[in-house]
């Protein structure tokens, strides 16, 4: 190992060092109920996501294996907060960074990855990404970071201070030490790897959830056993849902997946910042509605226990979108009936369909 990959690999773990653990919030529900939601806010990390964890794993991987070294020009397939985090990181280690995204990424995403001295090379459409970034690494000598294809084993999952483990141990002075459910998305299925690994290896008796948004293939690849299933449309619920089934996607580790419709997950954040302040982006959302059904099915089991999960990132990148009434409105998206379905099950329990 060279001398510059020990001080990078040093860069890295210095970081982490620097950064407290992400808090675990209650969410308010009854107190008759018996039952603890906690979110999980990945949204305080330096760069304001869940995806912090995973650029700095994929970075750590990149270097051990030998794949990134001194000079390296680091490429990857993201126009979201994957991208804005390994922008980060690569300045840190003093290398170039370039992503690969639509034409349509948002102004403020851009922003976010060239701020911190990222560069932006746009196709027209989303499934070209792929190929441009594989295209791009080659001819250059670079290194294509991949998140889709090295989510699930770049991240350490017997520990490590992974996600799972943190709240596993946040969790252990709780009265429900031991949840019955985590609910993730899934973006990658780096998350969903992680978690499901994790609570087989300790004999957690713990199961895991993976929602899905509209327009995403991993329920259907879930549902019917196909790796190869795909929808050909992305999500709207930015950070969550693939148009196909991501090579990290580990269905085998899964127990259960619903599918939210988008208007919900939009409902969903405007409650949590109604009722608890914290201020969340789209797939934030996606995760509540699950655990609102998840809770909703132990009442009617007349089970107690605990659920945990995300906030994957903070509400400010959003304020022109899902914040947004007018842009809201010209999804087609009716937030009213969504909305009273979850006020009516804070109030009693039972999630109607």
């Not at 992680?194 to 509209?214: I, L, M, N, S, W």
């Amino acid at each position: 190992m060279t001398s510059w990959t020990s001080t990078a690999i040093t860069l890295l773990e210095a970081d982490a060092n620097r950064s407290a653990d992400t808090h675990l919030h209650v969410f308010p529900l009854p107190a008759e109920w018996g039952i603890d939601l906690y979110l999980k806010d990945e949204s305080v990390h330096p760069t304001g996501s869940l995806k912090h964890r995973l650029a700095r794993s994929l970075m750590l991987y990149g270097l051990v294996n030998g794949r990134i070294k001194e000079g390296t020009t680091l490429v990857e397939a993201s126009s979201g907060s994957t991208a804005v985090s390994e922008a980060y990181f690569a300045r840190m280690l003093g290398l170039d960074f370039v992503t690969v995204m639509p034409r349509t990424t948002s102004a403020e995403k851009i922003e976010l990855i060239e701020y911190y001295g990222g560069k932006c090379h746009f196709v027209k459409q989303p499934s070209q990404m792929y190929s441009e970034a594989e295209r791009l690494a080659s001819e250059c000598g670079g290194h294509y970071l991949d998140q889709f294809s090295y989510a699930e084993r770049a991240t350490d999952w017997r520990g490590n201070n992974n996600i799972a483990e943190s709240v596993f141990h946040q969790l252990s002075r709780e009265r429900h030490p031991i949840p019955d459910w985590i609910v993730v998305g899934a973006g990658t299925g780096g998350t969903s790897a992680t978690f499901g690994r994790y609570v087989r290896y300790r004999q957690h008796p713990t199961k895991v959830a993976v929602v899905d948004p509209e327009g995403s293939a991993f329920f259907g690849g879930w549902s019917t056993g196909s790796s190869h299933y795909t929808t050909g449309t992305p999500s709207r619920i930015e950070g969550i849902g693939r148009p196909r089934v991501e090579p990290s996607f580990i269905a085998s580790v899964i127990d259960e997946m619903l599918q939210i419709p988008d208007a919900a997950s939009i409902a969903a954040v405007r409650l949590l910042k109604e009722r608890t302040l914290h201020w969340a982006g789209g797939s934030t959302g996606t995760n509540l509605v699950g655990a609102f059904q998840l809770i909703a099915r132990m009442r009617a089991e007349g089970r107690q226990g605990s659920v945990v999960t995300l906030i994957c990132d903070g509400g400010a990148r959003y304020a022109g979108t899902y914040y947004c009434d007018e842009w809201v409105a010209e999804q087609g998206w009716d937030l009213a009936p969504h909305r009273a379905r979850m006020d009516r099950f804070l109030e009693t329990g039972v999630w109607e369909d």
